[in-house]
């Protein structure tokens, strides 16, 4: 393909109408530019320029070339100054995948504060517990909770928020209150799919406890719901049952252990990032997890 760049050069000497002109704007030594523009005509198999000691003038192929191929260079010029543009000034549509109940919980008030930073930017979100697939799927971006299966997408840290332990007023006015983590044992816990053990931090010490439930679930609300209403004790990001412990729906037991920290990434096809997903995923670095941590 290294005719696509002696077409460029062709371009330019005849714009400069000579190669003494053309090789001052390149940047190329005069013989070299004539070189590549001889090897560009014996690939083509045409004379296009006929050459004198003053001056150049096209030939009828060469006429013919160059407004095929000024056509070209030109919209190569403009696709990269439009690329440019894009990594310099934020604007498109930002297409991201969200987990449900986090994205509502936490990133809402933060998605409104960088739509008012960025009006070039509009956005189309996918709230869904799948993980949807970046390479065949038309994802600029997805926010992704706990540990990242081995792959070759591109994972950023955004923030690590604490989990800690809730339950309804009732439920522990039936069962009891948990008064250490060992007690959990004894308690319906609701967990992510088949979870088996929770991970506690006192600040101090660390330990492991089992746990059990009648429900399998792969749903952060459903979890959360099931909580109010009766059904056992959650390990939960504070941001999520926020309205719950407004109203008194939930209570936070246990308070001086909390779960590991909860990892959130942002995850991409590439590296090579447009502004747009740039200036997201910078964002979210910086802001999410401020004041929303619970303590």
């Known amino acids: 393909m290294e005719f696509l760049n002696d077409m460029a050069l062709f371009v330019e000497v005849v714009k400069a109408k000579?190669?003494?002109?053309a090789a001052d704007t390149i940047g190329m030594p005069n013989s070299t530019l004539s070189r590549r523009i001889s090897t560009l005509e014996k690939t083509i198999g045409l004379r296009l320029l006929h050459r004198t000691t003053r001056k150049i003038e096209l030939t009828e192929a060469g006429q013919i070339y160059y407004e095929r191929c000024k056509r070209i260079v030109d919209e190569a010029r403009l696709a990269h100054e439009q690329l440019g543009e894009m990594l310099a000034?934020?604007?498109?549509?930002?297409r991201?995948?969200?987990?449900?109940?986090?994205?509502?919980?936490?990133?809402a008030p933060l998605v409104a504060e960088f739509a008012s930073l960025y009006p070039g930017i509009t956005f189309d979100f996918d709230l869904t517990s799948r993980r949807v697939d970046l390479v065949s799927e038309p994802f600029d971006v997805a926010i992704r909770i706990g540990e990242l299966e081995n792959s070759q997408l591109i994972a950023r840290p955004l923030a690590a928020l604490p989990a800690y332990l809730y339950a309804s007023p009732r439920y522990l006015d039936r069962l009891g209150e948990p008064a250490e983590p060992a007690d959990l044992?004894?308690?319906?816990?609701?967990?992510?799919?088949k979870a088996g053990a929770w991970t506690l931090h006192d600040g101090t010490h660390t330990t492991k406890v089992s746990i059990g439930g009648r429900f399998t679930l792969n749903s952060v609300g459903m979890i959360r719901r099931l909580a109010t209403l009766d059904m056992g004790i959650i390990m939960m990001m504070e941001a999520i049952v926020a309205d719950d412990l407004a109203s008194g729906r939930l209570r936070r037991i246990l308070p001086k252990w909390h779960g590991a920290p909860i990892s959130v990434y942002a995850v991409t096809e590439t590296r090579l990032l447009p502004a747009k997903t740039q200036r997201f995923i910078e964002f979210l670095q910086e802001h999410l997890g401020q004041g929303l941590t619970g303590g």
């Open 96 to 107: 991201a995948s969200l987990p449900v109940d986090f994205a509502i919980a936490y990133m």
């Open 89 to 94: 000034q934020p604007s498109g549509v930002l």
């Open 18 to 21: 000579g190669f003494r002109g």
């Open 185 to 193: 044992e004894r308690h319906e816990c609701l967990g992510i799919l």
